[in-house]
């Protein structure tokens, strides 16, 4: 009789859709798949979609396949105890998620931040295996931040440390969708990159084929192929971009002293044009000690199984070391 291959279940749920998948201890994906979250209906009804479709793939792949456990990713959710809280993008308000999954599948569940569920991909499948101090920055819609010292993500006292997108770089700054002023995540992200070239077209005559688009239509791509063909607009956004994430970053390295600084998600899909900026001016503002220590490089987690990977490298990093 054939040995069946031992997988967790990643699940990575997102505002718009949920991204599920069976991986083993060496970053193999087997049955990926995706829902739509619809988290305008009863949250009952989204793991009731989410499981029947889980457990049928479990049924087909019987014979090769044994699930050992489950890992969560997801917007604000709290590692101590289990839930999602007041997530943005999603109106489910407080969400015992733990417990809602294994009413459906009755195996060690664990459940974190959709960053800090990529901090641990990226150590355990990543750019940063090997590794024992770093700081994961995921570059989406926001940004996202996991923080890794000694091998082991920082949660805090109350499950919510590292939110290095909610630090304030401007006081008085842009309105967050926290609900404060100036947080890091309205300058460096996709949405901040948008709202950086709208401020640049106001404030300047530059020619710019971005002047045709509507902030609807504008999108983190579009700017970086504007970038790439020259247009001034487009290259001014990202320098600034990179001077407040750089001068930014340069803070936590005071705090933490990292090997390195691990960018991932959507924007850094503009290499250089990301990365230059980043690297100067976080070198720039460094207290001299560190200077020359930190690395800023990119991730090494494939964009389409990121999610997955990290959510189920948090159930892994949890069945390693026995703590469930």
Known sequence: MAVKKKVTLGIDIGGTNTA??????????YHQGS???RADQPVEQFFERLFTLVRRQLQQASSELECVGIGVGAPNGNYYRGT???????????VNVVEMVRKHLDLPTVLTNDANAAALGEMKFGAARGMKHFIEITLGT?????????GKVVYGHDGFAGEIGHVIVERNGRL?????????????????IKRTVFELLGNSNKPSRLRNMTYEQLTAKDIYQAAKAGDPIAREAFEFTGRVLGEALANSVAYLSPEAIILFGGLTAAGDFIFRPTR????????????????VIPSLLPEGGAAVLGAAALIW???NSGRK
């Open 176 to 192: 967050c969708g926290c609900g404060r002023r100036g947080c890091l995540e309205t300058y460096a992200s996709a949405t901040g």
């Open 84 to 94: 999602i809280e007041n997530p943005p993008n999603l109106g489910w308000q407080d």
């Open 142 to 150: 926001g940004l996202g931040s996991g923080v890794v010292v000694d």
């Open 35 to 37: 829902i739509p979250t």
């Open 20 to 29: 599920y998948g069976f991986v083993d201890q060496e970053g193999t994906i």
């Open 317 to 319: 990093n949890e069945l």
């Open 280 to 295: 100067k001016y976080l070198e720039e503002n460094l207290l001299s000690v560190y200077r020359g220590t930190v690395r």
